[in-house]
T-cell receptor, first 116, second 113 residues
Framework: AQTVTQSQPEMSVQEAETVTLSCTYDTSESNYYLFWYKQPPSRQMILVIRQEAYKQQNATENRFSVNFQKAAKSFSLKISDSQLGDTAMYFCAFMSPGGSNYKLTFGKGTLLTVNP | DAGVIQSPRHEVTEMGQEVTLRCKPI?????LFWYRQTMMRGLELLIYFNNNVPIDDSGMPEDRFSAKMPNASFSTLKIQPSEPRDSAVYFC???????????FGPGTRLTVL
């Protein structure tokens, strides 16, 4: 079974600074996807970024980028120029589309607070 | 485009009552997922459908839970009878079949007294 570990329950950062959230996962699969979802106080689950395991290039979406280290099974999220609206719970998630199984396995989350 | 729609947004009920949660996936999506979020267990998959057919219901906690998808634009998750330990946020998500990205609805916060 796949597992996803987020070792930082809480983090804080000053507005306009950069912060990195950590995620590691365990799998024996070779084909899989990794995601970061954001859950603000409104509790909506919002997709931040996704990475295909077969791609060597790290995914980027505006101020959000990932550091994907396949051999180390590490998938960290970097947020540049942090904004107050980035305050949220961030979940790392894994999916391996083997067979008919498309379920997301989530980490426990990291609560990020951006301070003014 | 409308995202995933869930209703109700909040539900408060008493133990023993039947609860029905509703979901309308994004138009054109043919995979639908029900997740539950609790402080103790985090986010966990309950069941998912492809083309209205249940594919994996191994996450459904017990027989009190049932889910249906009578057509491509509607799904229900029913709990009967409800218990206080069912209190949680229930999310519905949808995706295009064989596409990895799932899009979530706003969730239903269920409180069973």
């Amino acid at each position: 079974a796949q597992t996803v570990t987020q070792s930082q329950p809480e983090m804080s950062v000053q507005e306009a600074e950069t912060v990195t959230l950590s995620c590691t996962y365990d799998t024996s699969e070779s084909n899989y996807y990794l995601f970061w979802y954001k859950q603000p106080p409104s509790r909506q689950m919002i997709l931040v970024i996704r990475q295909e395991a077969y791609k060597q290039q790290n995914a980027t979406e505006n101020r959000f980028s990932v550091n994907f280290q396949k051999a180390a099974k590490s998938f960290s999220l970097k947020i540049s120029d942090s904004q107050l609206g980035d305050t949220a719970m961030y979940f790392c998630a894994f999916m391996s589309p083997g067979g008919s199984n498309y379920k997301l396995t989530f980490g426990k989350g990291t609560l990020l607070t951006v301070n003014p | 485009d409308a995202g995933v729609i869930q209703s109700p947004r909040h539900e408060v009920t008493e133990m023993g009552q039947e609860v029905t949660l509703r979901c309308k996936p994004i138009s054109g999506h043919n995979s639908l997922f029900w997740y539950r979020q609790t402080m103790m267990r985090g986010l966990e998959l309950l069941i998912y459908f492809n083309n209205n057919v249940p594919i994996d219901d191994s996450g459904m906690p017990e027989d009190r839970f049932s889910a249906k998808m009578p057509n491509a634009s509607f799904s229900t998750l029913k709990i009967q009878p409800s218990e206080p330990r069912d209190s949680a946020v229930y999310f519905c998500a949808s995706s295009l079949r064989y596409q990895a990205t799932q899009y979530f609805g706003p969730g239903t916060r269920l409180t069973v007294l």
